[in-house]
């Protein structure tokens, strides 16, 4: 006769597997002294972050549109305001700009968007960062969370201020080339561009409450290197040189220029630009990581 | 836990596998200067980025010191350590440094696990979003995935006691709920190693419990804890072993209570050294008519006639009162009132020579007033003497008012609100 057993009790499982042991080690030496171990570890804590990053992402755009009775609207004003601004000095005389190959208000207004949109991508990672100093104090989160968060924080803002520029179309009745469904890969250059600097500025931020106050007042000052508010100079001068140096130029004027026209002026420069936002962005992303922990000793907890 | 003295030799046998957190001759500097501080993180962020930092970060750069210096232990699965030491000892800056936040500047530490700080995050929370956002960017800046929040949600809530409030934004929320809410998604991202710094004094009584016994069922579970706290009682019931910082370094370290009494005992000692010399304040009545008896000192003696500067649980001691009688006083009443200086100055002994019907008669001129305790009942800690002595009833002659002295202990006295002689045999009949 069969011995008769109790069935084996359930084992109590963890509802999801996990990477069954997670070790880390902490060196003093600098990390850069392992790379393939730090790139490894880096590429990981991407593809973690992603998840925290939408969740922060939620977290954030539904309280900066909560507390406010204007709300989306605020995303769409500032380009308003300054087109108006603009078009009413172009017509009264006081600004002579030239021709542009749109109508100026549109010109105008584009631009602003544009150009909104690559300097928020140098801010807020500074400010997510600010906001978040009594977490990053705490807890071991992937950093690289931040920055992702700001950049669909960005592309978030962008996508309210289409609607604007689809508006815009449709008023000045303006033709839409082909060549539109490549634009995002230039807004995107454009973004990364921007991100780039905010990476590389966020942990000095941290430090230094100097960069918080200079970093506006720098894009201020970019801003008029910049064709936003004028068509992009012929002429040989040093501000012609200056502002076909400026590596903002050919992305944001490729990225107008497939949306509208589809002729573009600059492809080469708009290249190497995007080199430029690429290769710098894996540069700040290096930095950002191996200057987090000495940032982060400087907070107080 | 595995304690290594500072020549790396490991006391008890090594079972490495199981072990969760092994930290080996970890250092640490800080440097007092902001401004200072600031240029030496710039110079060490680009030194980090070209790879010039080493493995021994050993030479203090001006204006700066150790905040922890050569710390090693190992702690196994299951196990819980203890942290004691005075404000920045560095028990806070051991933790930062085990959660991974900042680097050490000399040794290592190797974590297999996940590390979670519990922390009451109340202050972290977006005050316009509702407690049921905040509570998904909370636990996932913890590390939880949305399903394992989605599973663990209606547990977060019922533990907090929110109720109904969740959809509320949490700027309505009482500092209380808030705090609560915080720690009930600290504490259910079930980590395998959990750092507790001071966070138990979250919340009311009701709800402390609650969370101490949340914490006994994660560890029953197997997770690993290093705890820091100022009660002795907590950490005693938590923990097995415990580490004794001061100033950086470790000062002893091993099982939990003999670490708990010598931390005790010298943060008594350091606190009596500076009172002692101004802890007899003596005031005295001003009034003439009935000032026959003047109390000149208070002090405790020995056996020996030697002044007793800290006070022993459970051993003799005898009280001394300096007198100076400016007539003979036939009935001369001592009352003694002791308080314990904490909260609420609980009242914890009055005695009375009256109430003990003996006649003390005090001559003209020097007299010493000895009350011998043959065993000091009272539990370690601080206590306030008022001495009151009186011709006859209701005449009071003079009095000290606040008589300052700390009592310490070489017995455990855990669970013992006072001192009670015995001795112990088993009696064959």
Redesign the interface.
Known sequence: MKELRPPPKQMHRP??SRPE?????????????RPLQLFNRMWQDLLASR??AW??L??DI??QY??SFLGYAWAIIPPIVTAAGFTFASNAKVLNVGTTDLPYPAYVMFSTVLWQTFSEAITLPMRNMAQSK??L?????PREALILSSMGQVFFNFAIKLILIVGMFLWFGMPVAASVILAPVALVHLVLFGIMFGTLLA??SA??KDFAKGVPLLIGMWLFLTPVVYPVPSGEGLFGFFVKLNPVTPLLVTTRELATTGVLSDPQGFWWASLVALVGLMFAW??YR??M??????MS? | MTLMASNQKVVSTPQSDDVVLSVQGVSKKFCRDLKRSLLYGVRDIGKEFLGLRGEKNDKLRKKEFWALQDVSFELRRGEALGLVGKNGSGKSTLLRIIAGLIKPDVGMVRVNGRVAPLIALGAGFNPVLTGRENIYANMSILGLSKEEIDERFDEVVEFAEIGEAIDSPVQSYSSGMAARLGFASAIHTNPDILLIDEVLAVGDLKFRAKCNRKLFRLRQNGATFILVSHNSQVLLSACNSAIYLALGKVVTSGEAKSVVVKYENDLFLNEAAGKSKDSCITEEINNDEFREIKINDCVFIDDQGRIVELLKTSEAVTLCLRCTAYERVDEVIVRLIFRELSDFNELVLELSSKADEEELVMELGENDVLIHLSYLGLKPGLYSLRVLIEAGARNTCDRVDSFTFRVQSSTIMSNCSFYQPRSWKISNS
């Not at chain 1, 042991?21 to 902490?26: C, D, G, K, N, S």
């Not at chain 1, 922990?293 to 400087?298: D, F, L």
């Open positions: 509802s999801r042991i997670y070790t880390a080690v902490y060196r003093p030496e600098s990390e850069m002294r998840e925290l969740q922060l939620k977290r539904s309280a909560r507390q009594m977490l104090a705490k807890i071991n989160f942990p000095l430090l230094y290096l930095l191996l200057a922990p000495y940032a982060i000793e400087r907890s």
